[in-house]
T-cell receptor
Framework: KQEVTQIPAALSVPEGENLVLNCSFT??????LQWFRQDPGKGLTSLLL?????REQTSGRLNASLDKSSGRSTLYIAASQPGDSATYLC??????????FGTGTRLKVLA | GAGVSQSPSNKVTEKGKDVELRCDPI?????LYWYRQRLGQGLEFLIY????????KSGLPSDRFSAERTGESVSTLTIQRTQQEDSAVYLC????????????FGPGTRLTVL
C-alpha cells in the first residue's frame, strides 16, 4: 500500500530565502507525482507534474525533482516571497488513476 | 475560462440528515474525482469517474456515501444519515483524462455536522 510522507509539517523562513520541501513515498512503482499548493479556504492548484520517466520539472522559481529508486521528491523554491505562504502537498499516482496525497507542509514566508 | 465549481461552499447540517454536494467540472474534462479532507489531514480519495466507464467507488467510507455523474458533466455526492465524523471539506477535481491528468480542483464544500 502506497504511503506518502511530507517533512517538515511546517516551516517558517524569512523572505528571500531558498528552501526545499520533501516528499517520500513507499512504493517506487509510480506513474507520476504532482506538487500542489493549497491556500486557506481554497482548493488545490497544481504546480508541477513529473512523469515517472522524468527527473525534474521547472516552472519559474519552482523546481521539482524525482528520484523513484529512493522514493523521494523535492520541491525547491528560490527567492521565497510572502505570497508563497501556503500549504504544499505532493501526490503520487501509482499505476491507476488514483492519487495518494501527503499531509502537506505549511509554509510561512515572513516579510 | 471557467474552472471547477462546487456548491454549496458551506453546509451546516444536523446529525442524521442527508446532504447533497455538487461539482461542475471544466467543460470537456472526462475524468472527475471526489476527495475528503479532514481538518489537518491530507486528501482522502473517495470516488473517480472516467467518461462512461463504471466509477471506481473503492474510496467511499461507507454505504451512506454515494455519487453520480451525468455523462461528462455535473456530479453529485450524497451523504445519507450524516454523522459528526463526516465533517470535512469535500473537494472535487477534474482532468482531461487518464493520460493527461493534471487535476484542477474546485474550492471545496465545507461540511459541518452538528
Amino acid at each position: 500500500k502506497q504511503e506518502v510522507t511530507q517533512i517538515p509539517a511546517a516551516l517558517s523562513v524569512p523572505e528571500g530565502e531558498n528552501l526545499v520541501l520533501n516528499c517520500s513515498f513507499t512504493d517506487s512503482a509510480i506513474y507520476n507525482l504532482q506538487w500542489f499548493r493549497q491556500d486557506p479556504g481554497k482548493g488545490l492548484t497544481s504546480l508541477l507534474l513529473i512523469q515517472s520517466s522524468q527527473r525534474e520539472q521547472t516552472s519559474g522559481r519552482l523546481n521539482a525533482s524525482l528520484d523513484k529508486s529512493s522514493g523521494r521528491s523535492t520541491l525547491y523554491i528560490a527567492a521565497s516571497q510572502p505570497g508563497d505562504s501556503a500549504t504544499y502537498l505532493c501526490a503520487v499516482r501509482s499505476g491507476t488513476y488514483k492519487y495518494i496525497f501527503g499531509t502537506g507542509t505549511r509554509l510561512k514566508v515572513l516579510a | 475560462g471557467a474552472g471547477v465549481s462546487q456548491s454549496p461552499s458551506n453546509k451546516v447540517t444536523e446529525k442524521g440528515k442527508d446532504v447533497e454536494l455538487r461539482c461542475d467540472p471544466i467543460s470537456g474534462h472526462t475524468a472527475l474525482y471526489w476527495y475528503r479532507q479532514r481538518l489537518g489531514q491530507g486528501l482522502e480519495f473517495l470516488i473517480y469517474f472516467q467518461g462512461n466507464s463504471a466509477p471506481d467507488k473503492s474510496g467511499l467510507p461507507s454505504d451512506r456515501f454515494s455519487a453520480e455523474r451525468t455523462g461528462e458533466s455535473v456530479s453529485t455526492l450524497t451523504i445519507q444519515r450524516t454523522q459528526q465524523e463526516d465533517s470535512a471539506v469535500y473537494l472535487c477535481a477534474s482532468s482531461q483524462g487518464v493520460v493527461v491528468d493534471t487535476q484542477y480542483f474546485g474550492p471545496g464544500t465545507r461540511l459541518t455536522v452538528l
